[in-house]
């Protein structure tokens, strides 16, 4: 049970910090326009952008996280359940961001969250083997 929901907060926190990346980026392309002149100034516009900021605090908090979980599961098992944040990064982007997500694009994502399915549904002891002792 500690797995899944360090697991379900780490994916939560890596599309969010993915979103606020995103948004924070979008804002800073916004401000400095196609021409390089302001760009002079794009370091300071980083540094100070709370979206930029929000981004790797939650992306710091996501490696934390799963950090933690590889010291109590397989990586087999964790991986592939934290690559879920591909479907939740789409549908954030389709409804947050507005971006167009086409049908093929969905069906790819699907393709994802069905591997997953399967590689966890497949999933035999969550533990490591201790040491001297057999797989």
């Known amino acids: 049970m500690k797995t899944v929901l ?8 890596q599309a969010a ?3 606020c990346l995103s948004l924070g ?8 326009g196609p021409d390089p002149a302001p760009w002079t100034g794009l370091a300071l516009l980083a540094l100070t952008s ?8 939650l992306l710091a ?7 933690l ?4 599961t397989d990586l087999s098992l964790a991986l592939p359940v934290i690559s879920v944040e591909i479907v939740v990064n789409v549908a954030l982007a389709g409804w947050l961001l ?6 093929l694009h969905w069906l790819g994502t699907v393709l994802v969250a069905a591997g997953v399915a399967l590689v966890v549904g497949s999933a035999r002891d969550q533990t490591p083997a201790q040491e001297g002792q057999p797989a």
């Open 98 to 103: 507005g971006e167009s997500v086409s049908p």
């Open 25 to 32: 980026m979008r804002h800073l392309a916004a401000a400095i």
């Open 69 to 72: 979980v590889l010291s109590w």
């Open 17 to 19: 910090g993915n979103i």
């Open 61 to 67: 908090t996501f490696t934390l996280l799963f950090t």
């Open 6 to 13: 360090f697991l379900a907060v780490a994916v939560a926190a």
């Open 50 to 57: 709370p979206w930029l900021w929000t981004g790797a605090a």
